[in-house]
C-alpha cells in the first residue's frame, strides 16, 4: 500500500496475512497466455513490476521482478523474481520510485486480485512516474464468484457472505466494471469496460471449501463469530457440488483492465 497506512488498511493487511497459506494453497493458476498477452503490448522487457504480488502467482507467471504487498513470506522462489518490501508506513511517492530505479524504467506494471484494495489516486500516480514512455503497460486483473458451471452454486454463498465485505471489495464483486482506472486502452479492456478470459482449473471439494475460506469476507464473519462454513453450510455446498469425493473441471470468468499513460498526462 502507498503512503500513510490507516487502521483499516492494517487490519485488512493482517487478515490477509493470516489466510497467506489457505489463498495460496486454494486458488487458481493464471493462464500463460495472458502474460504473453500484455508482454506483447510493451516495446521493451526488461522490468516488470508486480504489486501485491502475495504468494508470488503472478510474478512467477509473467517472470518479472516481484513485489510484495502482505504474504510475500510464503512466496515461491524463482531465479528470475526478486520480492521486494515496498516503502511502508509514512514512506513518500520519491522514496517508491527511487526503490523500484526511477521514473520510467519500468515496462509492464501488474496487479492481480489486489488492485480493490490499493488507495488507487496514490498507486496510480507512482505508477505514471513509473511506467517507461511511450509504451509501459499497467494491467490489473481479478475474477469472483463466476466459476461455471457452478456460479448458481457460488452465487447463493456469496449472499451469505455479503454483509462481511469491506465495502472495497464490492470492485472486485461487480467484476471492476466501476473500478477507477485513468489509462489509455490497449485493446485489452478498459475503464467501464473491462476484458474478459478464462481461467480452466481443476478443482476438488475440499479445493473449493479452501477457497472459499479464504475469500476476505469469510474470515471477517469468523472473527465476529459467525462461521459462514459451518457443518451445515458445507454439507449443502456438497450436495450441490456433487459429492466429497467428485474432482470438477470448473472455469473462472476473470476480468482484467490494461493501459498505457495517456498523452496528455502531466506526469
Not at 490477509?16 to 498477452?37: G, H, I, M, S
Not at 451445515?232 to 459429492?243: I, S
Request: aromatic share 10%; charged share 25%; proline share 6%.
Amino acid at each position: 500500500m502507498l503512503g500513510p497506512r490507516s487502521k483499516i488498511q492494517d487490519r485488512m493487511a493482517g487478515l490477509f496475512t493470516r489466510q497467506a497459506a489457505e489463498y495460496a494453497a486454494a486458488r487458481p493458476v493464471y493462464p500463460k497466455d495472458l502474460f504473453v498477452k500484455l508482454a506483447s503490448l510493451t516495446a521493451h522487457h526488461r522490468v516488470a513490476w508486480d504489486v501485491g504480488t502475495g504468494n508470488g502467482q503472478a510474478a512467477i507467471g509473467r517472470g518479472g521482478d516481484g513485489r510484495e504487498r502482505g504474504a510475500v513470506r510464503r512466496a515461491v522462489p524463482h531465479p528470475k523474481v526478486r520480492y521486494h518490501h515496498t516503502p511502508d508506513a509514512g514512506a513518500d511517492d520519491d522514496d517508491l520510485v527511487a526503490a523500484l530505479g526511477g521514473e520510467g524504467r519500468v515496462d509492464l506494471i501488474t496487479v492481480a486480485e489486489a488492485a480493490h484494495w490499493f488507495d488507487l489516486p496514490a498507486f496510480y500516480g507512482v505508477a505514471r512516474r513509473l511506467l517507461r514512455k511511450p509504451c509501459g503497460v499497467i494491467a490489473v486483473w481479478g475474477y469472483n464468484y463466476r466459476v461455471s458451471p457452478v456460479e448458481d452454486m457460488m452465487a447463493r454463498f456469496l449472499h451469505t457472505t455479503l454483509p462481511y465485505w469491506d465495502s472495497r471489495a464490492r470492485y472486485v464483486i461487480d467484476g471492476y466494471r466501476d473500478l477507477p482506472f485513468p489509462f489509455d486502452g490497449v485493446g485489452l479492456g478498459k475503464e467501464g469496460e473491462p476484458a474478459g478470459f478464462d481461467m480452466e482449473h481443476e478443482m476438488s471439494f475440499p479445493g473449493l471449501v479452501g477457497m472459499l475460506r479464504s475469500w476476505s469476507a469469510v474470515a471477517t464473519a469468523r472473527q465476529r463469530g459467525v462461521d459462514l462454513l459451518d457443518e451445515r453450510a458445507v454439507r449443502r455446498l456438497e450436495g450441490e457440488w456433487g459429492g466429497a469425493s467428485l474432482v470438477r473441471k470448473v472455469t473462472f470468468k476473470a476480468f482484467l483492465l490494461a493501459g498505457t499513460v495517456r498523452a496528455d498526462d502531466p506526469a
